[in-house]
């Protein structure tokens, strides 16, 4: 598995002690099956939730700038739900407003039979997005959720709160081996980025063949005391942290 969210510009197996650091292992975000990355955030003092006004400059997010340096790039959002080829032509907007941000089925877009990295998956050459059997590791028993079975350092809440993250162990075999999981929130609605260091959140590869509109992902989410193995809506923005290809 990487060290590292995809994107982001740093990976530790340690706590920064700095809050500008923490932000450097925020990454990149994703809808559930596309393959084109939204901005994050990128902060020295944000905590919590960040309202986001149309066309202008947020402080504590990552902004887009043009190829000059000095050109901003707005966020883009549109409510409602778009078909796979026109979401890549126009990739850079982000689907609010339903369960899913597609209008096609979605099932083969990184869920596949034979865990295969399909056309749409973001990983670079040699990775691919997890299987969610991948993050039972990161559980001291099975898929059991809660705090208490979170297979980190500390299971102490308030410490996760003070450290803006978790140090996971994401080997059974090999306690010491561990990697910083940064709660770097996500952008949940057209108008604000939710959760900055309250909730951490990695996409897996499949699809809940029960529940239409949802994936599964990984989540350490101190607000709502959520953790483990979770079911969210694919149009949500989450992270990704990539493992090697299978095959």
Not at 69 to 76: L, M, Q, V
Request: aromatic fraction near 12%.
């Amino acid at each position: 598995m990487m060290d590292r969210n995809l994107g982001a510009n740093e990976g530790y197996d340690y706590v920064p002690t700095k809050e500008l650091d923490r932000s450097r292992a925020s990454g990149l975000h994703y809808q559930w099956g596309r393959k084109d990355p939204f901005p994050g955030n990128f902060s020295k003092n944000a905590k919590g939730d960040v309202p986001i006004i149309s066309g202008e400059i947020t402080d504590n997010l990552l902004n887009v700038y043009g190829p000059d340096g000095y050109t901003f790039i707005p966020r883009k959002t549109q409510k409602g739900k778009n078909n796979i080829e026109g979401s890549a032509k126009l990739s850079d907007i982000l689907y609010f407003g339903e369960t899913t941000w597609c209008s096609e089925a979605l099932t083969y877009l990184w869920d596949t039979d034979r865990n295969l990295k399909t056309f749409y998956d973001p990983s670079p050459s040699g990775w691919q997005v997890p299987d969610k059997s991948i993050f039972t590791n990161y559980l001291k028993n099975g898929t059991t959720t809660g705090l208490a079975n979170l297979n980190a350092t500390t299971n102490d809440k308030t410490q996760i709160d003070s450290d803006g993250g978790v140090l996971i162990k994401y080997d059974k075999s090999d306690g010491s081996r561990v990697t910083y999981y940064r709660l770097n929130g996500y952008p949940r609605f057209t108008d604000q980025y939710d959760g900055i260091g309250l909730i951490g959140s990695i996409w897996s590869r499949n699809n809940v063949t029960t529940r239409n509109g949802y994936s599964y992902i990984f989540v350490v989410d101190i607000r709502n005391d959520a953790y483990g193995i979770s079911q969210y809506q694919q149009q949500d923005a989450h992270q990704i942290r990539c493992i090697q290809e299978m095959e």
